[in-house]
């Protein structure tokens, strides 16, 4: 059956994308958008169509598509049970959905902090790095309470809640990241090293349930970012909290339909004029 999705219905998130949103993040030389999806709600594989064609095919929770490159304008989505023959009898959709150009983003199907399953639209930060600088952001979207994020043993973000997001410029370097629950300094996850490489953001998602025991951690590189050298800069962490990206004017409706599940290694894109 067919189902529309009102602006409550998704949360607030809107199926239209502001042109303001983030203009500090678009890429003006780029006339597509730029769409990756972290499926990460566990134990929930699914199909996703886009047009009538199957773009993802067997997501399964903790797997990372894309991105996908897509002309800028309107498109229909729908999510169907792992292995479905066709898009006919959808779980979720159709839904119509309009992307902008020049605009990366990230969809994070997840679990909220009470374990429902749900679903985050992120804009990657594309501006530009000082030479031998990277960009280390954290989002928290597992069904966990507040938590700190550790970097090189130092508490570098206090108290993130899920679905909020922390973003660290630092020197290119291998940083040891872990997650402890907030005021407290047994890690939850980690700790692991992370890459963070020059001219690039290394996100990195802490998803999965601490009820359930299934923590874990995704990363997903967002490089171009290069500047012209001009020496490089050895000080300190900059720190910059950001409010849950879902108050954003992101308007992706494909966000609506992937709160049941999503993410993929295998991508194949239908582009329509």
Same mark, same amino acid.
């Given at each position: 059956?067919?189902?529309?999705?009102?602006?409550?219905?998704?949360?607030?998130?809107?199926?239209?994308?502001?042109?303001?949103?983030?203009?500090?993040?678009?890429?003006?030389?780029?006339?597509?958008?730029?769409?990756?999806?972290?499926?990460?709600?566990?134990?929930?594989?699914?199909?996703?169509?886009?047009?009538?064609?199957?773009?993802?095919?067997?997501?399964?929770?903790?797997?990372?598509?894309?991105? %996908? &490159?897509? *002309? +800028?304008?309107?498109? @229909?989505? #729908?999510?169907?049970? !792992?292995?479905?023959? =066709?898009?006919?009898?959808?779980?979720?959709?159709?839904?119509?959905?309009?992307?902008?150009?020049?605009?990366?983003?990230?969809?994070?199907?997840?679990?909220?902090?009470?374990?429902?399953?749900?679903?985050?639209?992120?804009?990657?930060?594309?501006?530009?790095?000082?030479?031998?600088?990277?960009?280390?952001?954290?989002?928290?979207?597992?069904?966990?309470?507040?938590?700190?994020?550790?970097?090189?043993?130092?508490?570098?973000?206090?108290?993130?809640?899920?679905?909020?997001?922390?973003? %660290? &410029?630092? *020197? +290119?370097?291998?940083? @040891?990241? #872990?997650?402890?629950? !907030?005021?407290?300094? =047994?890690?939850?996850?980690?700790?692991?090293?992370?890459?963070?490489?020059?001219?690039?953001?290394?996100?990195?998602?802490?998803?999965?349930?601490?009820?359930?025991?299934?923590?874990?951690?995704?990363?997903?590189?967002?490089?171009?970012?290069?500047?012209?050298?001009?020496?490089?800069?050895?000080?300190?962490?900059?720190?910059?909290?950001?409010?849950?990206?879902?108050?954003?004017?992101?308007?992706?409706?494909?966000?609506?339909?992937?709160?049941?599940?999503?993410?993929?290694?295998?991508?194949?894109?239908?582009?329509?004029?």
């Amino acid at each position: 059956m067919r189902k529309s999705l009102s602006l409550a219905a998704t949360a607030g998130l809107g199926l239209v994308l502001a042109g303001s949103a983030a203009p500090a993040f678009a890429d003006s030389h780029e006339e597509g958008a730029h769409l990756s999806v972290l499926h990460a709600v566990p134990d929930l594989p699914v199909d996703v169509y886009v047009d009538g064609e199957l773009t993802l095919d067997d997501f399964n929770p903790g797997d990372l598509a894309g991105p %996908l &490159e897509l *002309p +800028a304008g309107d498109y @229909e989505i #729908a999510i169907t049970a !792992a292995d479905a023959e =066709d898009d006919s009898d959808p779980v979720l959709g159709p839904v119509s959905v309009s992307l902008d150009g020049g605009m990366d983003y990230t969809a994070a199907a997840h679990l909220d902090a009470s374990g429902e399953p749900t679903v985050t639209p992120f804009v990657n930060d594309t501006s530009e790095l000082s030479a031998g600088d990277g960009r280390l952001t954290v989002r928290h979207i597992a069904a966990a309470p507040e938590v700190d994020i550790w970097a090189n043993g130092e508490v570098a973000v206090e108290s993130l809640a899920n679905p909020d997001e922390a973003s %660290l &410029e630092v *020197p +290119a370097s291998t940083v @040891e990241a #872990a997650v402890s629950l !907030a005021g407290e300094s =047994d890690p939850v996850l980690g700790p692991a090293d992370v890459d963070v490489a020059e001219g690039a953001t290394t996100i990195v998602y802490a998803w999965g349930s601490a009820e359930d025991g299934n923590l874990d951690l995704a990363t997903q590189v967002v490089d171009g970012m290069h500047s012209a050298p001009e020496g490089v800069p050895a000080g300190n962490f900059q720190v910059t909290q950001q409010s849950s990206p879902a108050a954003w004017a992101a308007g992706l409706g494909i966000l609506a339909l992937l709160g049941v599940g999503a993410a993929a290694v295998g991508v194949r894109a239908k582009s329509r004029a």
